[in-house]
């Protein structure tokens, strides 16, 4: 069965940067693009990257633009989040999550990591 | 200021009926497939429609999508209390070459 564990979560503090992982697992890993999708405590969903099967391409939302970095290594079944420049704002959990097969939708996703983004 | 808005909440007694609506413009819904995602209290979302009306494996038929124009409309038939959730939706924007979520609708059983 398809498996998402994020790691990495934690507290950091404004200006500071963080990696989050996330291991999957009962799939073929390198067939499917992977995504980072976050909910800020008490709010809705926010979109925050996509990549593509093979790291060719990569989307952002405006709001994480040049600071946040979305990588992948296909031998270890990871897809990570590089972090950089975080802001209060940045505070939520950050979900891992599958990208169809068939076009722009995510059909498993992680149980999520919680950042925190506070002096 | 999410661009694809959704009423913040809906609610019927158990086995009836609701409709949550999602809308959005041309360069989202109107020419893009939409997903809904259903997210329990304290659980990660779970996909429940893609391709504006295809149901993932394991889904109910309870659940269906459409589509009409700018508009997408998610309908839960058979109200269980486990539908209490938030529901919401998601689509590609070719303008902003983002994926965009609604605002998120909360459905309570009554």
Do not use: H
């Amino acid at each position: 069965q398809v498996q998402l564990v994020e790691s990495g979560g934690g507290l950091v503090k404004p200006g500071g940067s963080l990696r989050l992982s996330c291991a999957a697992s009962g799939f073929t890993f390198s067939d499917y693009y992977m995504s980072w999708v976050r909910q800020a405590p008490g709010k809705g969903l926010e979109w925050v990257s996509y990549i593509s099967s093979i790291s060719t391409y990569t989307y952002y939302a405006d709001s994480v633009k040049g600071r946040f970095t979305i990588s992948r290594d296909n031998a270890k079944n990871s897809v990570f989040l590089q972090m950089n420049s975080l802001r209060a704002e940045d505070t939520a959990v950050y979900y891992c999550a599958r990208v169809g097969a068939s076009g722009w939708y995510e059909d498993y996703w992680g149980q999520g990591t919680l950042v925190t983004v506070s002096s | 200021q999410s661009v694809l808005t959704q009423p913040p909440s809906v609610s019927a007694a158990p086995g009836q009926k609701v409709t949550i609506s999602c809308s959005g413009s041309n360069s989202n819904i109107g020419n893009n497939f939409v997903s809904w995602y259903q997210q329990l209290p304290g659980t990660a979302p779970k996909l429940l429609i893609y391709e504006d009306s295809k149901r993932p494996s394991g889904i109910p038929d309870r659940f269906s999508g459409s589509k009409s124009g700018t508009s997408a409309t998610l309908g839960i038939t058979g109200l269980q209390t486990g539908d209490e959730a938030d529901y919401y939706c998601g689509t590609w924007d070719t303008s902003l070459s983002a994926y965009v979520f609604g605002t998120g609708t909360k459905v309570t059983v009554l």
